[in-house]
């Protein structure tokens, strides 16, 4: 006898445990143990199980005995492979538990656990365990050891994939023999073995899902609402075939600091990953919603009245009923904004949708619900470069004709403007120009346009562009610094050939444009008049806006 390394596996009943277990048997370097802590469940909680006199009577229930001499003793082979029920590590067991041997985490999604459940137990939110297996992986992380999570699903659709994966995820190395088993009972299997493992006696392998699954109980609907919360936290954890098993959501983000946002949506603040919409949602089925984009210096929300004018005028031309209050809208802001620590170089992207809605349709008559606000409040400097400049393309596709839908109506249905980016993108450009119906300027694809000729300013008519507030901004700071300033229809070419251009947004400031369609704009630097105008505007960014309560400068 030899001391053992211990592989612990921790999943929730009827999560192919068992054939996980079937299948490291196989191994010539490992030892498996079927549910070691079982007997000590039992004395500890109480609950019945046909088989539960028997249980106790040939299994040890002294649970921590049972870490010592049997979980840990020492053993015959290199590896022991130990097969736990998450709901099995209930108090008073050992930190030795999970302190010691390599772990990790088996899931499978409740939809396809509940069904078959109730064989023996009846289920319940306690009999799957999967709230205890959400303490386990807390406390395995929190101990500097983050578990290996491995999805059913993955096991089914590409065994060999999968326990590769898991093998290099515990150190050991891969045996081609985990891939098979033969059919029926096992010397390892518990006393349980007759009511629970029916079905996994008939195995060799593991079968691939079946592609249409039965129809699921709506008797276990609402244990499968309270359930699936938990199975999706450790989901976003887990290993996907061919990739290593990684504890931050992927891709990397632009500013990591996002990683951990709470956002606002309908009447609470919600960690990044939970902040969702219903798919009832009007912003799901339509785009129908309004919205503004809002930014943060130094303690105060620049422009905040005059963006709340604008989402309000446009969810009343939309005829958005049950509207948040001004109010409750500034509320939600401030207090999401203090909950982040955001007081400074950050921006919201504020949302007022129409609703969700009692059935899918395009029909305002099914949003019985009142409208859906989302605060979705970000750290994010300026998005443009706006010390050497930006270069611009010209779209094919136009923009919005008031014909067909205005743009002082400030919406969500943006597909104009992402077809636009779009080819911007093709192009390699920061963004791209769109014009109107007639061929003249209106805008890029996110931002309002201005250029400079002679000393004067020119913007087009806000006919076919949306009449940003950034834009009546620099339009009030151009006739400040007394320079003549001229709003009018504007042709591609008097860009082209125009001493200076820049673009105005909420989310890029003033970004100065040196290149278009591959015409360099003046010396292809950033002009006089833009910085003049940048620092007019970053100067009026630091006296104006409405104050964050709570904010103290420093």
């Not at 211990?6 to 068992?18: D, E, K, Q």
């Not at 009846?122 to 297996?133: A, D, K, R, T, V």
């Not at 450009?429 to 109107?436: E, Q, V």
Request: charged residues 25%; aromatic residues 8%.
């Amino acid at each position: 006898m030899k001391e053992i390394e211990v592989i612990h596996s921790w999943s929730a009943p009827r999560s192919l445990s068992t054939s996980l277990m079937y299948s490291f048997a196989q191994r010539d370097d490992m030892e498996v143990i079927d549910e070691p802590l079982y007997a000590n469940f039992l004395r500890v909680t109480g609950i019945e199980r046909p088989y539960r006199d028997e249980l106790l009577s040939k299994m040890d229930s002294d649970g921590n005995k049972v870490v010592k001499d049997v979980i840990f003793g020492p053993g015959e082979k290199k590896y022991r492979f130990c097969k736990h029920i998450s709901k099995q590590s209930v108090p008073g067991l050992t930190e030795e538990l999970l302190k010691k041997g390599k772990h990790f985490i088996l899931i499978r999604n409740p939809l396809d656990i509940l069904p078959s459940f109730d064989k023996v137990a009846p289920p319940s939110f306690f009999e799957l365990g999967l709230s205890s297996l959400i303490s386990i992986y807390s406390e395995l992380c929190e101990a500097g050891n983050p578990p290996a999570i491995i999805n059913s699903a993955e096991l089914q659709e590409d065994p060999e994939a999968t326990l590769r994966g898991l093998c290099e995820d515990l150190d050991i190395p891969f045996q081609a023999a985990m891939l098979k088993w033969e059919a029926g009972p096992k010397s390892a299997d518990g006393i349980w073995a007759p009511w629970w493992y029916k079905s996994v006696h008939k195995s060799t392998c593991f079968q691939p899902a079946n592609k249409y699954p039965s129809p699921f109980p709506s008797s276990l609907y609402g244990l499968l609402e309270q359930s699936l919360p938990f199975y999706n936290m450790l989901r976003q954890k887990a290993r996907r075939n061919g990739s290593p098993t990684t504890y931050f959501p992927q891709p990397s983000l632009p500013v990591p600091a996002n990683e951990k946002l709470l956002s606002w949506v309908g009447d609470e603040i919600l960690p990044r990953d939970s902040a969702k919409v219903s798919v009832f949602d009007s912003v799901v089925q339509g785009g129908d919603s309004v919205w503004e984009g809002l930014r943060i210096y130094k303690g105060k929300i620049f422009k905040l009245e005059e963006h709340l004018d604008r989402m309000f005028d446009s969810a009343k031309a939309l005829a958005f009923k049950n509207v948040p209050t001004r109010e409750e809208v500034k509320e939600a802001i401030f207090k999401t904004l203090i909950r982040n620590g955001m007081f400074d170089t950050a921006h919201i992207r504020l949302s007022l949708t129409r609703g969700k809605k009692v059935t899918s349709g395009m029909n305002p008559g099914f949003n019985l619900y009142g409208c859906t606000l989302i605060v979705l409040a970000e750290w994010k400097p300026p998005v443009y470069d706006n010390t050497r400049g930006i270069t611009l393309v010209t779209a094919t596709t136009r923009r919005n004709s008031p014909n067909n839908l205005d743009s002082k109506i400030h919406h969500n249905n943006l597909l104009n403007n992402i077809l636009a980016k779009i080819e911007g993108n093709n192009a390699k450009a920061d963004d791209a120009i769109m014009l109107d119906k007639d061929g003249y300027v209106s805008e890029t694809n996110a931002t309002n346009i201005f250029l400079v000729k002679k000393g004067r300013v020119l913007t087009p008519h806000a006919d076919y562009c949306l009449p940003g507030v950034t834009r009546a901004t620099v339009m009030e700071l151009v006739e400040k610094e007394n320079i003549v300033l001229e709003e009018r229809r504007i042709s591609l070419s008097e860009f082209h050939t125009a001493d200076e251009v820049w673009t105005a947004g909420t989310m890029g400031e003033l970004s100065p444009v040196v290149e278009i369609d591959g015409r360099i704009i003046g010396d292809g630097c950033v002009g006089p008049v833009t910085q003049r105008l940048q620092k007019a505007y970053k100067d009026l960014t630091s006296q104006l806006g409405v104050p964050i309560p709570t904010y103290q400068e420093t």
